[in-house]
C-alpha cells in the first residue's frame, strides 16, 4: 500500500509537470499571435513601408525608380504591390504562394537590379514576423491552400557540351529567342512590347549580364523555369517540358551567361 | 648502297633549293604591278580612237612610277597599278585602272597631294597586299586581265581581314570624308557635299562626348582624350573582339555601335543608329596628329570648332551624355550607381547657385561626376556660369519654407541610429552609395561642405520626381529635432573609414 501510494505520488508530479509545462513550451514556441503581428508592423514599418506602401500596395513615399539597362534603354522600376498575392519568386508551381522559406530568402538576398535591399542582418524573429505580417494584405493567403515545393535535383551533367547543344535545340524549338533574343541578349523580336499583369512595361532577362534577381546557381535557374515568374511574362514550363530537358535548357543559359565554355 | 642513297639526297635537295631560287628570281622581275601595267596598255591600245594614239599607247613603257612630295616628305607609288587614275579615258574603266572620281583632282592636282594625304595605306609599297594595309577577305589572285577571257579562280586570302602590320591602313571610301577636315573647316566642307565628317562633328557636340573624352584639354576625364584619336596606330586598338576586318576602322564602329562587345570594360554610354555610327567614325578619324603644311591648308585652326557660347549647346557638349534631359533621376547599370536630376524642380527649387557651381567645379569625388574648373576639365568660369542658366531656367518661383537649422543643438549618437535605419539602406552603411543601391554618395566634399540648412531642408522635403522621399512631417513623419541630428551625422560621415 505504502509502495504504490509512493508511486502513485510520483507518476502523478511527473505527469503534472509535464501537462504544466505544454502551455509554457507552447508559448515559447509560438509567442502571442498579438505580439507577433505588433513585431512584424514594426518591423514592416520602418523598413518596408517606404517603398511598398502602409496598405502594401507598392505605393511608398519613394514612388517609382528608374533604371537605365546597359543597352541605353530606361525601365520604370515599381516596388511590389504585395495585395495582389502575385509573386514572381516562388518554389512552388505556379499560381500558388510562396513558401516561408522562398519569402526568408528575397528577405536575406535582396532582389538585384531593383533596389530591394538585403535585410540579412535582421534578427530571425523580426523577419518571421515580418513575413507573416506581410500575409495579411492579401486575401490569397487565407483562401488557398499552400503548395509544396518543388524539388531540385541537378544532375550531373548540367553544363555539359552535349547537354548545352540540346539546350540550344529547346531554346530555339520553345521560342524562347522571341523575347530574349537568339543571343541571350533580351532583344528578341517580342521584347519590345512585354508587358507585366499590372501593364507596366517590362525588359526579358539579358543572360550576358549574368546577374539573376532569383539567384544565380543553376538551381535558380532551373526552379525559375519550373516556377515561371508568375505576374510577368515567363510562363511555367513544368507541363510543357520535361525535367530533364528543363536541365539541357540550363545548361545553354549557363553558357549564355559565359559560366561554361 | 648507302653513299647512293646520300647522294640522291643531296641532288634532290639541290635541286629544290635550285627551284626555289628560280621561283624567287621570276617573282623579282615579274612583280604584280607590271601585269597590271601590261593590262593597263591592252586597255589603252582597245580605246584609242585613231592610229596615232593607238601607236603611242602601244609603246607605253612598263616602267617605275612615284610622286615625290617634298613639303610632305612623302613617296607615292600608287600608280604603279593605279595607272589610269589622272586619265579621262578610264572614266568607266574597271578598278584599279579607273580614273579618280568627281572632280577632286582638279582641284587636289596629284603631283601636289600626292595618294596617301587622303587615302591614307603604305605609298612606298608596290603591291596590293602591303600599299593598302589590309589583307582582303577574298579577292581575285590577279584581279583583272583583258587577256584572259574566263576570270581568274577566287583565292581565300590566309589571315584575311586582318592588318599587314602597316598602322594606317588604306581608309575605306565612307570614312574618307575624315581626310576633307585636315585643310578644310567644317563649314565649307558642308556646302562641297562633304556631310558625312560634318553630321559626325555634330553627333560628338550633341551627344556629349566631350563629357568623358577631352579635346584640346576641355573635357571630362573618364574615356580618353581624343585630340589624335585618328592617327593612332593599329596597337592602340584591343581587336580581339572586333568582328569582320579587324581594322581600326571596323573597331570605330563597332565600338560606337556597342561598345561594351568591343572593350567589355568600357563604361562608354552611348546610343547611335548604325548610321550615325559611321558619321561618328568619319569624324574621330579626321582628329589626326600630323599638321598639314600652310600651304595645304584652307582654315587657321582646322581641327577644333569654337567652343559653342550658349548654356544648351554646352550642355549638349559636356553633360548630356550622363545627365540627358535631367529630368529624371536614373539609376544606371554602366556606373553602377544612380545619374541624379539636375533639372528637377524640387531640387532647383532648394539648391541656390552657389552650391550648383561648386558641385560643376569640383566635381563629386567617388562617381563619374567630372570636377569642370578651368584647372581640371578645362571649362571656364564664364562656361559654367553659362550652363548653370541653363540647368536652373525652369526654376520654381516658389522657395522652400526654411529648415533654420541653427536652432537645433544636434545629438550626433541619435542622428546615427536614425540614419541606419532610415538612410543607410539606399546611400550605405558609410554613406558611399552606388555600388548597385539606389542612394547618392555623401561623403563626397561638395555633400560634406554642403550649407546644412539645404540638407535638412532636402530630407525633410524629399525630392519629388526622384525616389528620395519626404522624411519630414508630411512624409516619414520625423520631427525637425530628428532631421538636425541625421544631418549632423551625415556630415561626419567622411571621417569614416
Same mark, same amino acid.
Given at each position: 500500500? !505504502?509502495?504504490?501510494?509512493?508511486?502513485?505520488?510520483?507518476?502523478?508530479?511527473?505527469?503534472?509537470?509535464?501537462?504544466?509545462?505544454? #502551455?509554457?513550451?507552447?508559448?515559447? *514556441?509560438?509567442?502571442?499571435?498579438?505580439?507577433?503581428?505588433?513585431?512584424?508592423?514594426?518591423?514592416? !514599418?520602418?523598413?518596408?513601408?517606404?517603398?511598398?506602401?502602409?496598405?502594401?500596395?507598392?505605393?511608398?513615399?519613394?514612388?517609382?525608380?528608374?533604371?537605365?539597362?546597359?543597352?541605353?534603354?530606361?525601365?520604370?522600376?515599381?516596388?511590389?504591390?504585395?495585395?495582389?498575392?502575385?509573386?514572381?519568386?516562388?518554389?512552388? #508551381?505556379?499560381?500558388?504562394?510562396?513558401?516561408?522559406?522562398?519569402?526568408?530568402?528575397?528577405?536575406?538576398?535582396?532582389?538585384?537590379?531593383?533596389?530591394?535591399?538585403?535585410?540579412?542582418?535582421?534578427?530571425?524573429?523580426?523577419?518571421?514576423?515580418?513575413?507573416? *505580417?506581410?500575409?495579411?494584405?492579401?486575401?490569397?493567403?487565407?483562401?488557398?491552400?499552400?503548395? &509544396?515545393?518543388? #524539388?531540385? &535535383?541537378?544532375?550531373?551533367?548540367?553544363?555539359?557540351?552535349?547537354?548545352?547543344?540540346?539546350?540550344?535545340?529547346?531554346?530555339?524549338?520553345?521560342?524562347?529567342? !522571341?523575347?530574349?533574343?537568339?543571343?541571350?541578349?533580351?532583344?528578341?523580336? &517580342?521584347?519590345?512590347?512585354?508587358?507585366?499583369?499590372?501593364?507596366? #512595361?517590362?525588359?526579358?532577362?539579358?543572360?550576358?549580364?549574368?546577374?539573376?534577381?532569383?539567384?544565380?546557381?543553376? !538551381?535558380?535557374?532551373?526552379?525559375?523555369?519550373?516556377?515561371?515568374?508568375?505576374?510577368?511574362?515567363?510562363?511555367? *514550363?513544368?507541363?510543357?517540358?520535361?525535367?530533364?530537358?528543363?536541365?539541357?535548357?540550363?545548361?545553354?543559359?549557363?553558357?549564355?551567361?559565359?559560366?561554361?565554355? | 648502297?648507302?653513299?647512293?642513297?646520300? =647522294?640522291?639526297?643531296?641532288?634532290?635537295?639541290?635541286?629544290?633549293?635550285?627551284?626555289?631560287?628560280?621561283?624567287?628570281?621570276?617573282?623579282?622581275?615579274?612583280?604584280?604591278?607590271?601585269?597590271?601595267?601590261? %593590262?593597263?596598255?591592252?586597255?589603252?591600245?582597245?580605246?584609242?580612237?585613231?592610229?596615232?594614239?593607238?601607236?603611242?599607247?602601244?609603246?607605253?613603257?612598263?616602267?617605275?612610277?612615284?610622286?615625290?612630295?617634298?613639303?610632305?616628305?612623302?613617296? %607615292?607609288?600608287?600608280?604603279?597599278?593605279?595607272?589610269?587614275?589622272?586619265?579621262?579615258?578610264?572614266?568607266?574603266?574597271?578598278?584599279?585602272?579607273? /580614273?579618280?572620281?568627281?572632280?577632286?583632282?582638279?582641284?587636289?592636282?596629284?603631283?601636289?597631294?600626292?595618294?596617301?594625304?587622303?587615302?591614307?595605306?603604305?605609298?612606298?609599297?608596290?603591291?596590293?597586299?602591303?600599299?593598302?594595309?589590309?589583307?582582303?577577305?577574298?579577292?581575285?589572285?590577279?584581279?583583272?586581265?583583258?587577256?584572259?577571257?574566263?576570270?581568274?579562280?577566287?583565292?581565300?586570302?590566309?589571315?584575311?581581314?586582318?592588318?599587314?602590320?602597316?598602322?594606317?591602313?588604306?581608309?575605306?571610301?565612307?570614312?574618307?570624308?575624315?581626310?576633307?577636315? /585636315?585643310?578644310?573647316?567644317?563649314?565649307?566642307?558642308?556646302?562641297?557635299?562633304?556631310?558625312?565628317?560634318?553630321?559626325?562633328?555634330?553627333?560628338?557636340?550633341?551627344?556629349?562626348?566631350?563629357?568623358?573624352?577631352?579635346?584640346?584639354?576641355?573635357?571630362?576625364?573618364?574615356?580618353?582624350?581624343?585630340?589624335?584619336?585618328?592617327?593612332?596606330?593599329?596597337?592602340?586598338?584591343?581587336?580581339?573582339?572586333?568582328?569582320?576586318?579587324?581594322?581600326?576602322?571596323?573597331?570605330?564602329?563597332?565600338?560606337?555601335?556597342?561598345?561594351?562587345?568591343?572593350?567589355?570594360?568600357?563604361?562608354?554610354?552611348?546610343?547611335?543608329?548604325? /548610321?550615325?555610327?559611321?558619321?561618328?567614325?568619319?569624324?574621330?578619324?579626321?582628329?589626326?596628329?600630323?599638321?598639314?603644311?600652310?600651304?595645304?591648308?584652307?582654315?587657321?585652326?582646322?581641327?577644333?570648332?569654337?567652343?559653342?557660347?550658349?548654356?544648351?549647346?554646352?550642355?549638349?557638349?559636356?553633360?548630356?551624355?550622363?545627365?540627358?534631359?535631367?529630368?529624371?533621376?536614373?539609376?544606371?547599370?554602366?556606373?553602377?550607381?544612380?545619374?541624379?536630376?539636375?533639372?528637377?524642380?524640387?531640387?532647383?527649387?532648394?539648391?541656390?547657385?552657389?552650391?550648383?557651381?561648386?558641385?560643376?567645379?569640383?566635381?563629386?569625388?567617388?562617381?563619374?561626376?567630372?570636377?569642370?574648373?578651368?584647372?581640371?576639365?578645362?571649362?571656364?568660369?564664364?562656361?559654367?556660369?553659362?550652363?548653370?542658366?541653363?540647368?536652373?531656367?525652369?526654376?520654381?518661383?516658389?522657395?522652400?519654407?526654411?529648415?533654420?537649422?541653427?536652432?537645433?543643438?544636434?545629438?550626433?549618437?541619435?542622428?546615427?541610429?536614425?540614419?541606419?535605419?532610415?538612410?543607410?539602406?539606399?546611400?550605405?552603411?558609410?554613406?558611399?552609395?552606388?555600388?548597385?543601391?539606389?542612394?547618392?554618395? =555623401?561623403?563626397?566634399?561638395?555633400? /560634406?561642405?554642403? %550649407?546644412?540648412?539645404? =540638407?535638412?531642408?532636402?530630407?525633410?522635403?524629399?525630392?519629388?520626381?526622384?525616389?528620395?522621399?519626404?522624411?519630414?512631417?508630411?512624409?516619414?513623419?520625423?520631427?525637425?529635432?530628428?532631421?538636425?541630428?541625421?544631418?549632423?551625422?551625415?556630415?561626419?560621415?567622411?571621417?569614416?573609414?
Amino acid at each position: 500500500m !505504502e509502495g504504490f501510494n509512493r508511486r502513485f505520488k510520483d507518476t502523478a508530479m511527473i505527469f503534472s509537470l509535464i501537462l504544466l509545462s505544454v #502551455p509554457f513550451l507552447l508559448f515559447d *514556441y509560438a509567442p502571442g499571435a498579438g505580439d507577433m503581428a505588433d513585431l512584424g508592423k514594426n518591423v514592416y !514599418e520602418e523598413r518596408c513601408m517606404i517603398c511598398h506602401g502602409s496598405k502594401g500596395d507598392g505605393k511608398g513615399l519613394v514612388g517609382i525608380m528608374k533604371r537605365a539597362e546597359k543597352s541605353g534603354r530606361i525601365l520604370d522600376v515599381r516596388p511590389r504591390d504585395l495585395t495582389v498575392g502575385v509573386f514572381r519568386f516562388r518554389s512552388t #508551381p505556379t499560381g500558388c504562394t510562396p513558401t516561408d522559406a522562398d519569402l526568408m530568402q528575397l528577405l536575406d538576398r535582396g532582389i538585384t537590379r531593383s533596389f530591394m535591399p538585403s535585410h540579412k542582418e535582421l534578427p530571425l524573429e523580426e523577419k518571421k514576423a515580418v513575413i507573416q *505580417y506581410i500575409k495579411t494584405f492579401s486575401s490569397i493567403w487565407k483562401e488557398s491552400e499552400p503548395c &509544396k515545393p518543388i #524539388p531540385v &535535383k541537378k544532375p550531373k551533367w548540367v553544363g555539359s557540351a552535349s547537354s548545352i547543344e540540346k539546350g540550344r535545340k529547346i531554346y530555339k524549338e520553345m521560342k524562347c529567342w !522571341e523575347c530574349h533574343g537568339e543571343d541571350g541578349r533580351g532583344r528578341g523580336p &517580342k521584347s519590345d512590347r512585354l508587358k507585366d499583369d499590372w501593364g507596366n #512595361p517590362i525588359l526579358p532577362f539579358n543572360f550576358t549580364s549574368g546577374a539573376l534577381k532569383r539567384g544565380t546557381s543553376p !538551381e535558380d535557374v532551373y526552379i525559375t523555369f519550373t516556377t515561371g515568374l508568375d505576374g510577368t511574362g515567363m510562363p511555367s *514550363y513544368e507541363d510543357s517540358l520535361k525535367e530533364e530537358d528543363r536541365w539541357h535548357l540550363v545548361s545553354y543559359t549557363l553558357k549564355l551567361m559565359g559560366r561554361v565554355k | 648502297m648507302r653513299s647512293r642513297f646520300y =647522294l640522291s639526297l643531296l641532288l634532290i635537295s639541290g635541286l629544290i633549293l635550285i627551284i626555289f631560287i628560280a621561283l624567287a628570281f621570276y617573282r623579282e622581275i615579274s612583280p604584280e604591278w607590271k601585269r597590271y601595267q601590261a %593590262d593597263y596598255r591592252e586597255l589603252l591600245i582597245k580605246k584609242a580612237r585613231d592610229d596615232a594614239s593607238r601607236k603611242k599607247a602601244a609603246a607605253l613603257k612598263i616602267e617605275h612610277q612615284q610622286i615625290y612630295l617634298e613639303s610632305l616628305k612623302r613617296v %607615292d607609288r600608287c600608280m604603279y597599278c593605279h595607272i589610269g587614275v589622272d586619265n579621262p579615258l578610264m572614266a568607266d574603266a574597271p578598278v584599279p585602272f579607273k /580614273q579618280h572620281g568627281g572632280d577632286y583632282l582638279k582641284n587636289h592636282p596629284i603631283d601636289k597631294f600626292g595618294c596617301t594625304v587622303c587615302h591614307y595605306g603604305q605609298g612606298r609599297a608596290t603591291n596590293k597586299k602591303e600599299a593598302h594595309g589590309i589583307i582582303p577577305v577574298t579577292q581575285f589572285d590577279y584581279p583583272i586581265s583583258y587577256r584572259l577571257k574566263t576570270p581568274p579562280p577566287r583565292v581565300e586570302y590566309p589571315g584575311a581581314g586582318r592588318d599587314t602590320h602597316w598602322d594606317f591602313p588604306i581608309i575605306p571610301l565612307k570614312y574618307i570624308q575624315s581626310s576633307c577636315a /585636315q585643310c578644310h573647316d567644317l563649314e565649307f566642307l558642308n556646302n562641297k557635299g562633304a556631310d558625312r565628317v560634318v553630321k559626325g562633328e555634330r553627333l560628338f557636340r550633341e551627344k556629349g562626348c566631350r563629357g568623358c573624352h577631352k579635346l584640346n584639354g576641355v573635357g571630362g576625364d573618364l574615356g580618353k582624350a581624343l585630340d589624335v584619336v585618328g592617327s593612332q596606330p593599329y596597337a592602340y586598338f584591343p581587336m580581339r573582339n572586333v568582328k569582320g576586318e579587324k581594322t581600326i576602322y571596323a573597331w570605330h564602329r563597332q565600338h560606337f555601335i556597342d561598345p561594351r562587345e568591343v572593350a567589355p570594360e568600357s563604361e562608354m554610354k552611348v546610343n547611335v543608329t548604325e /548610321q550615325e555610327a559611321d558619321y561618328l567614325t568619319t569624324y574621330v578619324l579626321s582628329l589626326r596628329a600630323e599638321e598639314m603644311p600652310r600651304s595645304y591648308r584652307r582654315i587657321r585652326d582646322m581641327r577644333f570648332q569654337e567652343r559653342p557660347g550658349d548654356g544648351e549647346s554646352l550642355y549638349k557638349m559636356f553633360c548630356i551624355a550622363c545627365h540627358t534631359t535631367g529630368k529624371d533621376s536614373v539609376f544606371d547599370e554602366i556606373f553602377n550607381r544612380t545619374i541624379p536630376a539636375i533639372m528637377n524642380p524640387a531640387f532647383l527649387k532648394t539648391v541656390d547657385n552657389k552650391h550648383l557651381k561648386r558641385i560643376i567645379e569640383e566635381g563629386r569625388s567617388g562617381t563619374q561626376m567630372t570636377a569642370w574648373k578651368a584647372s581640371a576639365a578645362g571649362l571656364t568660369d564664364g562656361e559654367i556660369d553659362k550652363i548653370i542658366e541653363f540647368i536652373t531656367r525652369q526654376r520654381p518661383k516658389s522657395k522652400p519654407e526654411p529648415f533654420s537649422f541653427t536652432r537645433f543643438r544636434a545629438d550626433i549618437k541619435h542622428g546615427e541610429d536614425l540614419y541606419r535605419v532610415r538612410c543607410a539602406l539606399c546611400h550605405g552603411n558609410k554613406g558611399q552609395g552606388g555600388e548597385g543601391s539606389l542612394g547618392l554618395n =555623401l561623403r563626397n566634399p561638395v555633400v /560634406q561642405e554642403a %550649407d546644412p540648412e539645404f =540638407l535638412a531642408i532636402t530630407v525633410r522635403d524629399g525630392r519629388a520626381g526622384t525616389p528620395m522621399p519626404p522624411f519630414g512631417k508630411n512624409g516619414v513623419g520625423l520631427s525637425d529635432q530628428d532631421i538636425a541630428d541625421v544631418v549632423s551625422y551625415v556630415k561626419t560621415l567622411s571621417k569614416k573609414k
